[in-house]
């Protein structure tokens, strides 16, 4: 419905419309006076037949979308064909009688779609507009797909996940017995549980888009995120600056075999104040990222009391830069895991710096295969003489240390006056 200043707009003239024949006599029919305006709608069934082409084009395109910017409009005109919203639409609709035989093959069509060809949040997409068509069905259908195979047992599966209404304490990839594919497929339910495990399913394009949704949906109930042995395209999700900013989670443990690289996660940008367990291990951090890590790590509204960086191509720079941030902000760490880095003895000694620290909370600290030697189990002797009460594990395995050698961190332990009790060599 329109008045004259939008057929104006559009270049017609609606005083010359009476004296022009056929179509354009009828598609313009004057209805009535709202605020003293002539008010304009099409009338031609012309126009109906358009928008069911429309229907069809947007449909298509709608599976076809990375985004799903089409999905709303796509459940919109399927909601159009119940004759409930017909009567609320009255006279803007020229829909004379109700056709149950078409509504059933709209219906059959939708079914009938091969979802393999389409991302997965397109293809739940379709169990949505079955929904707006109120298909009382779709829920035992989906059942029955689950046991039949009629129609893609992973997406029927991720429809059912993310509709219900409890939210899923986990959802580990792992458990389902199908293809690395198939629960990629599964990865739209992220956004309806506390815990997603992600492991040994490596991410492509498609599955990247869908997690980086998923990431951003809101309300968002996820606490626990494990990305484990991820691929490249992972970085996708990883560079989502805005998901960094608002996350809530309390865990987050990125890892990748291939050395996944990744930065933008490290950035001061990164909203630390829920986390309190992040495990970046086996990533080429390098020293840079520790760098980016630690402006994180120094700001008063990081709460993290566990950090693992196992494996991270790290030197003695990183730990400089970590016993200076951990020294800004000391209340909180209560783990650190600093394993399989070239930190050597040099290393050990900055983060003694931390150690030192009257403010240091640290409770357990592991430095396996370090490249150390018996200068740093003299640093860490001096260290926690010097604040005798809170580390309570020190492992410093894997560093080829003799007994001798580790004569004064072994004392400790056996001296009640020090909180140290477990020593691994």
């Known amino acids: 419905m329109f008045y004259s200043e939008d057929l104006e707009r559009s270049g017609l003239d609606v005083s010359e419309v009476s004296v022009y024949s056929g179509v354009c006599t009828e598609i313009f029919k004057r209805e009535s006076v709202i605020f003293q305006k002539s008010v304009y709608c099409f009338v031609h069934l012309s126009v109906q037949e358009f928008l069911a082409a429309v229907y ?3 449909l298509m395109k ?18 159009l064909s119940l004759e409930s919203n017909q009567r609320i639409l009255g006279g803007l609709l020229d829909q004379r009688n109700s056709h149950p035989e078409t509504i059933q093959k709209v219906l059959n069509n939708l079914k009938e779609v091969n979802s393999d060809k389409i991302s997965p949040d397109r293809s739940i997409n ?24 009629e129609i893609s047992k992973r997406d029927s599966l991720a429809y059912l996940l993310q509709m219900s209404e409890e939210v899923l304490d986990e959802l ?3 458990q389902y017995n ?6 990629r497929r599964l990865i739209p339910a992220v956004r309806n549980c506390r815990k997603a495990v992600l492991s040994h399913c490596w991410l492509s394009e498609i599955s990247s888009d869908s997690l980086a949704s998923a990431l951003r949906s809101n309300p968002s109930h996820l606490r626990v995120l494990e990305l484990v042995e991820q691929k490249p395209p992972a970085e996708k999700v990883l560079s989502e600056r805005k998901w960094w900013r608002t996350m809530k989670l309390a865990k987050l443990h990125l890892s990748s075999r291939d050395g996944l690289s990744w930065s933008c996660g490290t950035s001061s940008e990164a909203n630390l104040s829920h986390l309190r367990v992040l495990d970046l291990s086996h990533n080429m951090l390098q020293d840079s990222g520790v760098k980016r890590l630690c402006s994180g790590l120094e700001s008063p509204n990081c709460k993290l009391e566990r950090l693992r960086l196992i494996k991270c191509s790290l030197s003695e720079i990183s730990c400089g830069s970590l016993a200076s941030a ?3 902000n000391p209340s909180h760490l209560r783990e650190l895991d600093l394993s399989r880095n070239q930190l050597q003895d040099s290393g050990v000694k900055l983060l003694c710096g931390f150690l030192h620290f009257p403010n240091c909370r ?5 430095l396996r295969d370090c490249s150390l030697s018996e200068i740093s189990c003299d640093s860490l002797a001096s260290a926690l003489r010097s604040n005798p009460s809170h580390l309570r594990e020190l492992d410093l395995s894997g560093n080829q240390l003799q007994d001798s050698e580790l004569k004064l961190l072994s004392d400790l332990v056996e001296n009640p006056h020090y909180g140290l009790e477990t020593l691994s060599q």
């Open 56 to 58: 069809m084009r947007a």
């Open 62 to 79: 709608s599976l076809e979308s990375k985004n799903g910017h089409l999905d709303l409009f796509v459940r919109f005109l399927h909601g």
């Open 126 to 149: 379709i169990f949505h507009c079955l929904m707006e068509m109120k298909d009382q069905s779709v829920h035992q259908e989906i059942q029955e797909f689950l046991k039949s195979g």
């Open 172 to 174: 580990d990839l792992q």
């Open 178 to 183: 199908t293809s690395d594919e198939g629960r």
């Open 326 to 328: 951990l020294r800004s």
């Open 362 to 366: 640290l409770e357990t600290l592991r």
